[in-house]
């Protein structure tokens, strides 16, 4: 059976949940060729310290290099490509990110792209070779459920424009809210040190960041009882490895107004939208795919 062609496209060092995302689908590529692995924008992260997107990419093809190196697959670093140093809206300029893109849809007849952060890259591909979209299927974490009144989240309102042109191009799209759908992904340091502490390097590492991600958030020493963090960008990977743990819904595609809410509309292209999403499914393909013995479940019961 013809391998399945996909791209992730990760501005990786922004936040740790990427780093997740890269790891799940690295364990995931029985049957699929990962052809790129594509570096996304972004500046002003709440959890990135980075003071220009150049800053951000050169940080994320450094951290997406270190994850491949503790799986074990140096291979695909040669797989590695920095995308746009401006956003869509700043300016139309090629990169070597858009480029495998627009390649690689050309090369095959089918190419999923996994979009993981701003979806600039994916809107220049668009824009320079439109010839591609019915080559294309988009998988994009990005927006807020229709019932959050606004879009103001962060792959969202960094390249407004670029969201338009993807979702005006009538690529084969699906939308992954964030509120109200993927922040269904929360999850506890307990939980991790569980399943994966026992993962070698690689979980010990994630263990490390989660567990250190969030302190600066913390406003007194009882802030960390009951505290959580969403692995966002999981739901993306697991999309595309399993379509059965989500409830979508294709709808005609809405307008994207000024304010960044979104208007329905009856008679556009269709988009598929995320509704809803089976959180134990997804997590236990997770920790199972990153080394999880069935032994330590069986020792609970």
């Known amino acids: ?80 490509f920095k995308g746009a140093t401006k956003y869509f809206f700043q300016s139309k300029e090629q990169n070597p990110a858009v480029e495998k893109i627009i390649a690689t849809a050309r090369e095959n007849q089918k190419t999923t792209i996994i979009a993981i952060g701003a ?7 668009l824009y320079h070779a439109p010839d591609i979209v019915k080559k ?18 962060f792959n969202f309102r960094q390249d407004v424009e670029a969201v338009r042109l993807v979702f005006n191009s009538k690529v084969k799209l699906t939308v992954i809210p964030c509120r109200n ?6 999850t506890t340091i307990y939980e991790l040190n569980h399943y994966l502490a026992g993962s070698g390097e690689i979980g010990k590492y994630f263990c490390y960041i989660f567990e250190n991600c969030k302190k600066a958030y913390r406003e007194n020493e009882n802030d960390v009882i009951g505290e959580s963090k969403v692995l966002w960008d999981l ?8 379509k059965e743990w989500f409830t979508c819904k294709e709808i005609s595609c809405p307008k994207i107004l000024k304010n960044l809410a979104y208007k329905k509309t009856k008679l ?20 199972l795919k990153m080394g999880c013995k069935n032994d330590k479940i069986k020792s609970e019961k």
Not at 119 to 125: E, G, K, M, R, Y
Not at 136 to 153: A, D, R, T
């Open 235 to 242: 739901s993306a990977v697991a999309y595309f490895i399993n």
């Open 181 to 186: 759908v993927a922040s269904a992904m929360a």
């Open 1 to 80: 059976m013809e391998k399945i062609n996909v791209i992730l496209d990760t501005d990786i060092s922004n936040e740790i949940d990427d780093q997740f995302a890269l790891a799940y689908l690295i364990k995931s590529l029985k049957g699929i060729n990962l052809q790129a692995i594509t570096i996304a924008p972004f500046e002003k992260s709440g959890y990135s310290k980075v003071k220009s997107i150049e800053e951000g990419l050169d940080l994320s093809f450094e951290t997406a290099g270190k994850i491949l190196d503790m799986l074990g697959v140096e291979e695909y670093k040669n797989k590695m």
């Open 119 to 125: 979806i600039t890259n994916i809107a220049l591909a």
């Open 268 to 287: 556009r292209h269709k988009i598929n939208f995320v509704m809803d999403i089976n959180r134990h499914k997804i997590y236990q393909d997770f920790f």
């Open 136 to 153: 294309l299927e988009v998988i994009w974490l990005g927006g807020n459920s229709f019932l959050s009144e606004f879009n103001n989240e």
